[in-house]
């Protein structure tokens, strides 16, 4: 049976880096058939992706979070991380890390889906002043 | 970004009635569609992708329909587990979700 869990430092103080950690276990990060990432939720903006990975190497990031937003992956201890540099109240949210699966789109034959069949419990991060 | 609208925002009805949710994208996003319900204090669940095709464990009652910008998630027969929040959520281009159905008992 596939889980998922966040961890990370519930609280982030504006101006710095909100770094979480995803530990994956029934199942392999490695599989060539899915994608993993992670999306937020906030009263304001509501449900929100953040961005996503498969293992071979494709990584794909909300346009407009760019450049702050960077996802690296352990395989070794089956778990992905997120990091959101400069950090504002408008990052405060529940995060959650997500499986969705690999679809065959066009040319691309190993397309990311975006239905996320498999969520975590998610992680509220609070950015204090 | 693709913006989706769903109406109503919310919804009042009894267990039995049939419940019908509504999305719409403000450019076409063919088929790719997703609907997701969630329950307080809880993750989404995926419900149906692809505009019609149900996930995984997902009961015949729920069914989705649409295409390029105005689809529909149907509920035939409401169960008392069905009342909770539905989100539907396009997945053509970097993915969006809506605001949000609010399914309430009435």
């Known amino acids: 049976q596939l889980q998922l869990q966040e961890s990370g430092p519930g609280l982030v103080k504006s101006s710095e880096t909100l770094s979480l950690t995803c530990t994956v276990s029934?199942?392999?990060?490695?599989?060539?058939?899915?994608?993993w990432g992670w999306i937020r939720q906030s009263p304001g903006k509501g449900l929100e992706w953040i961005g996503t990975?498969?293992?071979?190497?494709?990584?794909y990031y909300k346009p407009s979070l760019n450049g702050r937003v960077t996802i690296s992956v352990d395989t070794s201890q089956n778990l992905f991380s997120l990091r959101v540099t400069s950090v504002t109240a408008a990052d405060t949210a529940v995060y959650y890390c997500a499986r969705h699966p690999a679809v065959a789109r066009g040319t691309n034959y190993r397309a990311p889906s975006f239905a996320v069949d498999h969520w975590g419990r998610g992680t509220l991060v609070t950015v204090s002043p | 970004e693709i913006a989706l609208t769903q109406s109503p925002a919310t919804l009042s009805l009894s267990p039995g009635e049939r419940a019908t949710l509504s999305c719409r994208a403000s450019?076409?996003?063919?088929?790719?569609l997703a609907w997701y319900q969630q329950k307080p204090g809880q993750a989404p669940r995926l419900l149906i992708f692809d505009t019609s095709n149900r996930a995984t464990g997902i009961p015949a009652r729920f069914s989705g329909s649409g295409s390029g910008t105005d689809f529909t998630l149907s509920i035939t027969s409401l169960e008392p587990e069905d009342f909770a929040l539905y989100y539907c959520q396009q997945h053509s281009h970097w993915p969006t979700f809506g605001p949000g159905t609010k399914v309430e008992i009435k």
């Open positions: 990975f498969r293992f071979s190497g494709t990584t």
């Open positions: 029934g199942g392999s990060i490695s599989s060539d058939s899915y994608y």
């Open positions: 450019q076409s996003v063919g088929s790719y």
